[in-house]
Nanobody, 120 residues
Framework: QVQLVESGGGLVQPGGSLRLSCAAS????????MGWYRQAPGNQRELVAAITTAGSINYVDSVKGRFTVSRDNAKNTMYLQMNSLKPEDTAVYYC??????????????WGQGTQVTVSS
């Protein structure tokens, strides 16, 4: 069984930084693209950043220059370094990944989410 687990969320003041992690575990054969999404109360879930196995990266415009996504393929882990945080970054952050487990086809998996609150 494959699982994605996020960690690193919390309460931070405006201008502060947080680093989120998303660790994949289980009988993993391969991981394709991975991504970070966020959902604020009353809003739809939006893509924040995505990274392919080859390292191709995309960001939503609102986080460009402030957030950096990376992945460690050896550890099956993706990171999101968030700097210069703003109150409007407050949301539950989710990771997803396209994973092929042994004896299975590729599937899209989601983590359970981690809360990020930016407030003074």
């Amino acid at each position: 069984q494959v699982q994605l687990v996020e960690s690193g969320g919390g309460l931070v003041q405006p201008g502060g930084s947080l680093r989120l992690s998303c660790a994949a575990s289980g009988s993993i054969f391969s991981i394709n693209s991975m991504g970070w999404y966020r959902q604020a109360p009353g809003n739809q879930r939006e893509l924040v950043a995505a990274i392919t196995t080859a390292g191709s990266i995309n960001y939503v415009d609102s986080v460009k220059g402030r957030f950096t996504v990376s992945r460690d393929n050896a550890k099956n882990t993706m990171y999101l370094q968030m700097n210069s945080l703003k109150p409007e970054d407050t949301a539950v952050y989710y990771c997803n990944a396209i994973i092929r487990a042994y004896s299975d086809i590729e599937r899209l998996y989601w983590g359970q989410g981690t809360q990020v609150t930016v407030s003074s």
